[in-house]
Every structure is written in C-alpha cells, then in structure tokens.
C-alpha cells in the first residue's frame, strides 16, 4: 500500500471526517505533483521557443503539455500559461489559425473559473490575471492578422478582466489601454486613441509601483497620436510632459523614444514651437 493509502487508511479509524480530509490531502498532494509536471513542461516549451528560437520544436511540446493538462485537470491559469505558451509558437509558424484556436481555447477556461461562484478569491484574481493575458495575446495575433477591429476588441476584454481583479490589476489595466491607444493610432482612430489614453492614465495614477513609467508611456502615445493628428505643437507638449515622468521612472528605453520623436517633429518645418518653451529658449540665447 502506498505511503498515502496507509495514511487515508490509519485516518479512517479515527471517523469519516479525518478519513475525508486525509483523502482531501491526498487529492491535493497529487494535484500540487501534477502541477510541478506541467510547469516543468512549459517552462521547457518557452525556453525552447525564446531562447532556442526553436518554434516547431517549442510547439510540439506545448501540445503535449496541453494533452498533460487534459488528462490531469490543470487548473484554468496553468492550462491558459500553456495555450498562451502553445499560442506564442504557432505565431512562430505563422499559423495565426491555430494560435487564435489555442488561445481562444484558455480565454474560455479562465472565463468559466473566473465567474465560478463560491471560487477562492486567490484563485479568481489568477484566472483573470490569465484571461487577460490571453485576451491581450488575441488582440495581437488580430493585428498581425491584419482583422484590426477584432484587435480593438480583443485588447479591450483584456483591459476589462484586469479591472476586474481590483486594486492588483490597475498596473496591467494601464498597459492595456495604452496598447489599445497605440492600435488606435495606427488605425487611425485619433479620438478613440486618446480616450483610451485617459484611461491609461486614470489607472496609471492608481498604480503604487509603476505609475510613472505607465504615464510615460501614455505620453509618448498621446504624442504619437497628436502627431499623426497634425498637431505638431501639441505632440511635442505631450513628450515633454512624458519626459518627465520617463526620468522619475527612470526608464530608458521610452526616454530615448521620446528625445528621438522631438527632434524629428522640431525637425518638421510646419513645426511651431510652444509659446512658453520658445520664450525659455530665446532667454537662454539673450
């Protein structure tokens, strides 16, 4: 008899409430094995996929994993991290088909936990933690799709489902709406980009941690649409605002972004420069 058994088995001369737990325990200890398995297999499937650059190989073993959690009942968050996972590699085969099959697949699972009723509060923010991840990963594979609508869509379910989650979400709500914006521009859609913007923003304030590099990143947006918009001005008065809040965050990457969008756009001869930046400017001359 194995170590478990005995233990169910010695619990159950003690009544049926400690042969009930103990059979409980034994449920979990096999689930918590079960979990360590296919975590083991994914983490395997990303490194092959975004170190190795392996995609098909990376595929394959995404599928199996997948077949795993099947077979094991995986919890919604860690099947979703494998069909994002097995998404990912089918976008590497440039297979948007099976990607959108596989992610639509975990966004439905994580969907039905996250509005299980009498679900453990823990596990409901981690389902849609997962379902907006998902629901992101589909808004992409629509752009790449070239189906820009259902991207829009798409990137704003994920925006939803990290509201959902309250206070822990606002960080990824942020990011999802400043994604969304930045579609939007490529769209076309000035109006609708900057009102996702204001979003971005209203969140990014309610972020502790990260708030000043989700309004950088705003800011570079908004610039990016106002530019594309003909407001030359306006754009640059939007970088210079988003400087400030890329140097608190100390984030390089959107600083280099924005010094390079207003050189090019002082650089544009229907340029204006502000009012009050170009009184600075000739005082400094003087």
């Known amino acids: 008899m194995a170590g478990d058994d005995k233990q169910v088995a010695a619990a159950a001369a003690n009544g049926p409430e400690a042969a009930a737990q103990a059979e ?4 979990m200890a096999a689930t918590n094995q079960m979990a360590a398995v296919i975590m083991r297999a994914v983490q395997n499937a990303q490194r092959k996929l975004y170190e190795d650059l392996d995609a098909p190989a990376a595929r ?9 959690c099947d077979k094991a009942g995986a919890p919604p968050p860690v099947h979703g991290l494998v069909l994002r996972v097995l998404g990912d590699a089918c976008m590497a085969c440039k297979d948007p088909d099976a990607a959108r099959a596989a992610l ?13 009723k009498g679900l453990h509060p823990r596990l409901r923010m981690d389902a849609l933690a997962r379902l907006g991840d998902l629901k992101a990963a589909l808004g992409e594979v629509e752009r790449a799709d070239g189906q820009e609508k259902a991207s829009i869509r798409f990137l704003r379910q994920a925006a939803a489902a990290f509201e959902r989650m309250g206070p822990a979400g606002v960080h990824f709500a942020a990011a999802a709406h400043n994604r969304c914006a930045a579609v939007l521009v490529e769209q076309g859609d000035f109006d609708g ?5 204001d979003e971005a923003v209203s969140f990014a304030n309610k972020s502790e941690g990260s ?4 309004r950088a990143q705003a800011g570079l947006n908004r610039g990016a649409c106002l530019r594309a918009r ?9 970088w210079k605002d988003a400087e400030v809040h890329a140097a608190e965050a100390n984030a390089e990457r959107i600083m280099e972004e924005l010094t390079a969008a207003m050189e ?3 650089a544009d001869p229907n340029f204006v420069m502000p009012a009050a930046e170009g009184a600075t400017k000739a005082d400094e001359s003087a």
Request: no cysteine; net charge negative.
């Open 211 to 214: 708030g000043p590099q989700l």
């Open 230 to 238: 003909g407001d030359l001005t306006a754009a640059y008065t939007a």
């Open 24 to 27: 409980q325990q034994k449920m």
């Open 60 to 68: 394959g073993m995404a599928e199996n994993a997948d077949k795993l």
């Open 104 to 116: 639509t697949r975990g966004a439905q699972l994580n969907a039905s936990a996250a509005d299980k």
């Open 264 to 266: 090019e756009v002082m």
């Open 193 to 197: 980009a900057l009102e996702e913007l």
